[in-house]
């Protein structure tokens, strides 16, 4: 079959040539396609493709030919049918194959070799050892052919690894198969194979690639062959100089790192690890001029973590054996003179090889930590700790062109690499704080002594190991009087380092400032430096936009952290600059009116002016003697930030009540005035002097600009509030503030008759009104009452449970003291959340959503629902139990009772929350402890329709007594059958016993002893009875 003949039939070569091109006919391809895969199938195919191959030309043919035996092989069903004759004749065509491939001339294509080892693997899978016993004698005996032989030989070693040993579901990973070709070559000849690896590498100065290949294949095969094979003097004596070898130092370093990995237990390992003597190789390696390579690193980092996994299983041995006990300080010995190659490959320039030695170091570093009771054990690696925190400080050191603007993939790589070099070094600062800190100390200090010199990536790395140092620590060593911390920051405080002129610096400067803000409570004298970073050209006045963004937040979290501890004095320059910066903000820089000064340049037209801001800071700045460039004109994310911060330090009342009155009137009369113009602007529709033709589109977008503009002043309004709580109580100056408050909140109120139809700007009154319960109090009520109906006229789903929230706060704060208008908010509330639950409801009936039962997979309309009707329960229980059950039996909310109560009743039965059934049982018990024998009909409503809810809710197909929530509730069911029975007595016992339980199948003793249970049992009697009968069922 092997024979060359006069080669396969043109037609057949020609249908496999046409089926491999796609620029071929589609029509030919697919009829050239059909044709083969009708021979593939073909009892005999395989062998017509067997003898095709050997003697066809094309590459293409060649591997069609091999893929189709190679399928027939692969498909267990039809080999295992193959008499033995034609096994053993594909089996001598395969040898056949191999024996004639010699010196060059005989080389094949790398996808013909590949796919032929492939074929010889599948073969040798299914045979080796019954049927083939003597598969890989004929293959070593190939082997004095030439080169290409050895290339096949490695090939199918190779291949072998892939399909047998591999343990991957993608491979068709047999147990059996590979234990049973592993034990045939284990028995018959692995010491021939390693014979025959060790005399290719021996060809290391006439074919160097063979030799690579080789060292490749060995590393492939050491995790399951005996070491010895492969670990003795001979094979070192050869690996030795391949590491100092550029081309060869690859495939040493995988081979080592195999050997150094091999699986044993720990004693065993640390004598073999003794014997290989493989420190002094990899140091004299290391020393020898070739570069480190990640193959070379990951021997290393390999190596020191087995000394690692030594020294901690010998460490923990139970019971402790001599044996154990004189090998840890071996490990520990062995491990230390190996860490000083590993912090050489660490400290590479090459991230990917320094990368490597991190998955020992945080294991290393881990181990440290158990030593941390024993100060001695721990002192013996303060060597290793100090060089390593040196290593780490300069490998985290930014590259002197990092674009911090648009960082490229290997940019991202570093920041990756320099987020996991913190961690480790928050770990060593965790095992050993002094000699981190010493380490952050020296390189602080001597930064700062040159800092008119230091590069920027210096000065950075240091003011970031100081900030990294901090994160993590015990707060009393960050607060400690004296301590390292306060000494540092004394020290940069007094520097200049914040006004270096680089965005990574200043960045750094204000984060540490955040951080260590303890120091400045404790310290306040530094106090008005720090503040003064963020105010002048280094913060808010900083040219750089991402410097002043950061600046303005993390003056919003400083000013929140040390706020409560500082004087007026520290923070009246803070709120001078704040006023003047605001002030100076122009309607001209926002994207609504560019897109308007864009639209009347169009047409030809002067825009008309914008309206005078409400005051000008000019004066009030020349007033307090500030020299400041012309402030900058904030983006709304920076301009928000400063008007909490100025909140905040308007309502801490650091200055008079008349005084922080007079400053809240003028800040909100900023955003106000814009938003009255936005209105009238809005109200008016094309803007004046503008063509009426406007595009739909054009007009889209003047709405959506502006839309966003009113958004943005109704925060600042919100964000400006958060420094206020409870100005409605009558204390001194607390008019104005009230005044100033209600005014603003009026004028959003008012905005929306232009605004309502944007869900931007409701969802920003939502904030404001929410934020209004803590500030004006119950004055609010009388702007909520004609608020609501506006903001929910347009509300969806997400909204409307914002709204619900806000009725549900005031009634928390105030409880019954708001009976009146809550009563009147609760009629337009609860008529459109039922409107949207019928809506929900039919979205989900006419989806694929309602066939999916309550534990199944949740659709968004199933999410909205069950969100809108969990904020609403929680409603309806602040209301029961705030005293305003009244609110639900008002008059005029008579239609509503009846739907509230079923969308109860329906919480109690369904899942899959049975927290929140809970929450449905307490209301309802809380309205039968209210109602009963009150609010006529109720007595009869609680037999017929409540009652029965304490048996539907347990038989529903997600209550599973396994579930922790089940058993409570189940209490709660039983709590409401008590608090019904302490309301009507025998009339609930007769009905349980004659009609209800009757009605749901229960025998007579059941219903007698369950109604005995009710009548003299307490709660958790009941709800244990329930529970053994669910079991019982």
Not at 84 to 108: F, I, K, M, N, P
Not at 878 to 888: F, G, I
């Amino acid at each position: 079959m092997a024979g060359i003949g006069a080669g396969p039939p043109p037609e057949f070569v020609q249908a496999i040539l046409v089926s491999f091109d796609p620029q071929s006919n589609p029509t030919l391809r697919g009829q050239a396609s059909s044709s083969l895969e009708a021979l593939r199938q073909s009892d005999d195919g395989w062998a017509f493709c067997m003898q095709a191959f050997g003697s066809a030309v094309e590459e293409q043919v060649k591997f069609w030919c091999l893929q189709t035996v190679i399928h027939m092989v692969t498909k267990k069903s039809r080999y295992a049918q193959l008499p033995a004759e034609q096994r053993c004749s594909l089996q001598r065509a395969l040898v056949a194959w191999l024996q004639a491939r010699g010196g060059a001339e005989t080389d094949e294509p790398a996808s013909v070799k590949n796919k032929f080892a492939q074929l010889f693997v599948a073969v040798l899978k299914a045979d080796f050892p019954l049927a083939w016993p003597d598969a890989f004698s004929q293959l070593l005996c190939t082997l004095g052919n030439g080169l290409v032989a050895i290339d096949m030989f490695l090939r199918v070693l190779n291949e072998l690894h892939e399909q047998v040993v591999v343990h991957e579901e993608s491979n068709g990973y047999d147990s059996e198969t590979a234990t049973r070709v592993k034990d045939g070559m284990r028995d018959r000849c692995l010491a021939q194979v390693a014979d025959a690896w060790y005399s290719i590498l021996q060809l290391h100065s006439t074919a160097p690639a063979l030799c690579a290949a080789c060292l490749h294949t060995v590393h492939l095969h050491v995790a399951w062959i005996p070491i010895e094979l492969v670990a003795n003097p001979r094979w070192f004596g050869t690996l030795r100089p391949f590491l100092h070898h550029g081309a060869l130092h690859d495939g040493a370093s995988l081979v080592l790192k195999e050997i150094v990995e091999k699986r044993m237990d720990a004693a065993n390992k640390m004598e073999h690890l003794t014997e290989l003597r493989i420190v002094p190789m990899l140091t004299e390696a290391a020393g020898s001029g070739v570069q480190t390579s990640p193959r070379f690193g990951a021997l290393v980092a390999a190596l020191c973590l087995e000394l690692l996994d030594c020294w901690d299983r010998l460490a923990g041995a139970a019971p402790p054996s001599a044996r154990a006990a004189m090998l840890v300080p071996r490990a520990v010995e062995m491990l230390q003179q190996t860490l000083p190659l590993l912090l050489q490959t660490l400290a590479c320039d090459d991230m990917e090889t320094s990368h490597t030695t991190l998955a020992f170091l945080h294991s290393y570093v881990g181990r440290l930590r158990k030593l941390l009771p024993s100060q001695r054990d721990l002192a013996a690696h303060e060597g290793q700790l100090q060089a390593l925190l040196l290593v780490l400080g300069q490998r985290c050191v930014y590259p002197d062109d990092f674009d911090f603007e648009s960082p490229d993939e290997a940019e991202e790589a570093f920041l990756a690499y320099r987020r996991e070099l913190s961690t480790l070094f928050k770990g060593v600062a965790r095992v050993h704080a002094t000699l981190a800190q010493e380490m952050c100390r020296s390189t602080l200090l001597r930064t700062l002594e040159r800092l008119g010199e230091v590069p920027w990536t210096h000065l950075e790395v240091a003011l970031w190991l100081l900030y990294t140092l901090g994160e993590g620590l015990p707060e009393s060593m960050l607060r400690q009087k004296g301590g390292f911390f306060e000494q540092l920051m004394a020290t940069l405080t007094a520097s200049s380092a914040s006004a270096y002129p680089h965005r990574a610096v200043q960045l750094m400067s204000f984060e540490l400032n955040v951080r260590y803000y303890r120091f400045f409570l404790a310290n306040p004298e530094h106090l008005p430096a720090a503040l003064a970073t963020f105010l002048d050209g280094r913060g808010i006045y900083n040219g750089d936009r991402e410097v002043r963004a950061r600046a303005c937040y993390l003056l919003l979290r400083f000013v929140k952290q040390t706020l409560k501890d500082a004087s007026a004095a520290a923070y009246s320059e803070v709120a001078r600059t704040l006023h003047v910066v605001l002030a100076h903000q122009r309607t001209e820089h926002s994207p609504y009116t560019q897109l308007l000064e864009q639209l009347y340049a169009a047409e030809g037209r002067v825009p008309p002016p914008a309206p005078a801001p409400p005051f000008f800071g000019d004066a009030h700045a020349r007033a307090s003697g500030l020299q400041l460039p012309e402030p900058p004109q904030l983006s709304a994310p920076e301009a928000l930030n400063l008007f909490e911060a100025y909140g905040l330090l308007l309502g801490a009342r650091l200055a008079p009540a008349d005084q922080v009155g007079e400053q809240l009137q003028r800040l909100l009369a900023l955003p106000m005035a814009h938003l009255q113009a936005l209105t009238q602007g809005a109200a008016q529709g094309v803007p004046p002097g503008l063509s009426t033709s406007l595009s739909a589109e054009m007009v889209r977008q003047l709405r959506c600009a502006r839309e966003v503009e009113a958004a943005h002043h109704i925060s600042a309004v919100a964000l400006t509030s958060k420094g206020f709580v409870d100005v409605g109580v009558n204390d001194e100056g607390s008019h104005m503030l009230r005044d100033a408050f209600s005014r603003a909140t009026q004028a959003v109120i008012a905005s929306m008759s232009v605004f309502g139809e944007s869900a931007e700007v409701r969802a920003k009154c939502s904030m404001l009104l929410h934020r209004m319960i803590e500030t004006l109090g119950v004055e609010l009520l009388g702007v909520l009452s004609s608020a609501l109906p506006q903001l929910l006229g347009a509300a969806d789903a997400r909204e409307l449970v914002e709204l619900v929230t806000l009725v549900n706060q005031l009634v928390l704060k105030f409880k019954s003291s708001i009976l009146a208008p809550v009563t009147v908010l609760f009629c337009p509330l609860s008529t459109t959340v039922f409107a949207h639950l019928g809506a929900l409801d039919a979205a989900i009936a006419s989806s694929s959503s309602a066939s999916v039962g309550a534990t199944g997979p949740a659709s968004e309309p199933v999410r909205e629902r069950r969100n809108l009707l969990r904020c609403f329960y929680s409603l309806l229980h602040s209301l029961v139990h705030s005293d305003l059950a009244d609110v639900l039996a008002a008059p005029q909310n008579s239609a509503h009772a009846a739907p509230s109560l079923r969308a109860l009743l329906a919480g109690c039965i369904e899942g899959p929350d049975m927290q929140l059934q809970r929450q449905c049982f307490a209301i309802t018990q809380r309205l039968v402890e209210l109602w009963v024998g009150t609010v006529p009909g109720f007595d009869t409503y609680v037999l017929h329709e409540v009652l029965p809810v304490c048996f539907q809710a347990p038989a529903q197909p997600h209550f599973m007594l396994k579930d922790a929530a089940a058993l409570p509730l189940l209490e709660a069911s039983a709590q409401l059958q008590k608090a019904i029975l302490a309301k009507l007595g025998n009339e609930l016992l007769s009905y349980l016993r004659d009609r209800l339980l009757p009605s749901l199948g229960c025998e007579a003793t059941f219903c007698t002893e369950y109604v005995r249970r009710v009548a003299e049992g307490d709660v958790h009697q009941l709800r244990d009875f329930i529970r053994d009968a669910l079991v019982r069922r």
